[in-house]
């Protein structure tokens, strides 16, 4: 199955992305999880996307768009994916469908995990993130078993820079004006699944997995 999740920053894309990844049994590939990872080796491809990550705007696409076709063409992604992350512009939805259409590919689902603009600073604000592997943990909603380590691999968890109150208030704004298109784009083409993502992660991660049925 391919599949893209929508969603605005924080609601909860990327700690469902893990379940949904780990039952479908495809990789989960998300562009904030492969600049971060840049980022800390400092390579150029980092350095140049975290000065505009810092500011929660976002990396421009031509960077972005080359990246996920590199990830894409990977031998893991022939049986599907779920890309976590991206499109964040119609121009990336476009040439990812582009990219899928010359191998006779198409998205089958665009999950979008839908939380309205009131939930979302209380969850950016409280996520930590493990500095190892990038496991999403929240201080209330979600803690991990020990106090400040990750569950999986016992690494440090940290405030990502970009959760602040004042980048959380840009990135959402971001997201509105460049983002939310993509859900009448994907409507468009049949294959939008809106799931509530207020309730509890199990709950919001049964929806999904009860309206991926209907597609598979
Ligand atoms: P995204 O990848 O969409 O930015 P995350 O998956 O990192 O979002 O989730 C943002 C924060 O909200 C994290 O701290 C996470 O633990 C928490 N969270 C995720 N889903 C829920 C939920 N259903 N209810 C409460 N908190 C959640
Ligand atoms: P995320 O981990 O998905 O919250 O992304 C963190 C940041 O990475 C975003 O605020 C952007 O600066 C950048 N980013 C991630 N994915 C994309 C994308 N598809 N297009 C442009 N920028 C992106």
Do not use: W
């Given at each position: 199955m ?6 605005p920053?924080?609601?909860g894309?990327?700690t469902?992305?893990?379940l949904i990844?780990e039952?479908y049994?495809?990789p ?6 492969i600049?971060?990872?840049n980022?800390?080796?400092k390579?150029k ?7 505009y990550?810092?500011n929660?705007?976002?990396v421009?696409d ?9 990830r894409l063409t ?19 939805a ?15 689902a ?5 939380v309205?603009?009131?939930f979302?600073?209380?969850r ?10 990038g ?6 909603f979600n803690p991990?078993k020990i106090d ?12 990502r820079?970009d ?6 208030k840009?990135?959402?704004d ?8 993509l859900?009448n784009?994907y409507k468009n083409?049949n294959?939008l ?5 207020t309730?509890?992660?199990?709950e ?11 597609i598979?």
């Amino acid at each position: 199955m391919k599949m893209v999740l929508l969603g605005p920053p924080g609601a909860g894309k990327g700690t469902q992305a893990k379940l949904i990844s780990e039952k479908y049994s495809i990789p989960h590939i998300s562009t904030g999880d492969i600049f971060r990872k840049n980022i800390s080796e400092k390579t150029k491809l980092g350095i140049e996307a975290k000065k505009y990550m810092d500011n929660g705007q976002l990396v421009p696409d031509k960077v972005t768009i080359d990246i996920v076709k590199d990830r894409l063409t990977e031998d893991d992604c022939k049986e599907g994916f779920l890309l976590d992350g991206f499109p964040r512009t119609v121009k990336q939805a476009e040439a990812l469908d582009e990219f899928l259409n010359s191998a006779d590919g198409k998205i089958d689902a665009a999950l979008l995990i839908d939380v309205a603009e009131e939930f979302i600073l209380e969850r950016m604000t409280g996520r930590r993130v493990c500095s190892s592997c990038g496991a999403s943990y929240h201080i209330k909603f979600n803690p991990s078993k020990i106090d400040g380590k990750c569950d999986l691999c016992n690494g440090d968890l940290i405030q990502r820079k970009d959760d602040t109150e004042a980048t959380v208030k840009e990135r959402l704004d971001v997201y509105s004006k460049q983002t939310q298109p993509l859900i009448n784009y994907y409507k468009n083409q049949n294959v939008l699944l809106k799931i509530e993502g207020t309730k509890e992660i199990s709950e919001v991660f049964d929806e999904i997995c009860n309206s991926l049925k209907a597609i598979k």
